[in-house]
């Protein structure tokens, strides 16, 4: 079995890069929540950050009969062909797994490179 390094994790789903004989693939990110999982570039993981913060602007409730209780709803992926059918709860934890990846791997970037002397 593959080993992993665990980017960022909440209560909705985990990221993390796969390691073998101690070498961390940083290439890409691996995201699981929901019973699904992706396996995604950094600017994809930014891309898809950028969708659901657009998707979370563009919920409006305040009208509707339903007032935040709606059963699911489409959520857009960064891969064309994949849609994803969220509740609100859900897309707020995906909002927040995708937020705390980007930061995390940020962070590191800036400490392990540019912090570098």
């Known amino acids: ?26 290439g890409k990110v691996q995201l699981v929540f929901k019973e699904t999982g992706f396996y995604l570039s950094y600017d994809e993981v930014r891309a898809f950050g950028q969708i659901i913060e657009k998707t979370c ?10 007032k935040a209780h709606c059963h699911k709803f489409l959520l857009k992926t960064p ?13 707020t934890q995906l909002k927040d797994l995708i937020e705390g ?5 940020d962070l ?3 400490i392990n490179k540019v912090c570098r002397n």
Not at 101 to 105: D, E, L, Q, V
């Open 79 to 91: 891969l064309n062909q994949i849609d994803l059918a969220v509740t609100r709860n859900e897309i």
């Open 108 to 110: 590191c970037t800036y």
């Open 1 to 26: 079995m593959k080993e992993i390094e665990q980017i960022y994790l909440n209560e909705f789903g985990v990221a993390f890069h796969w390691k073998k004989d101690n070498k961390v693939f940083t």
């Open 57 to 66: 602007k563009e919920m409006h409730c305040g009208g509707c009969c339903h």
């Open 101 to 105: 990846t980007i930061f995390n791997i």
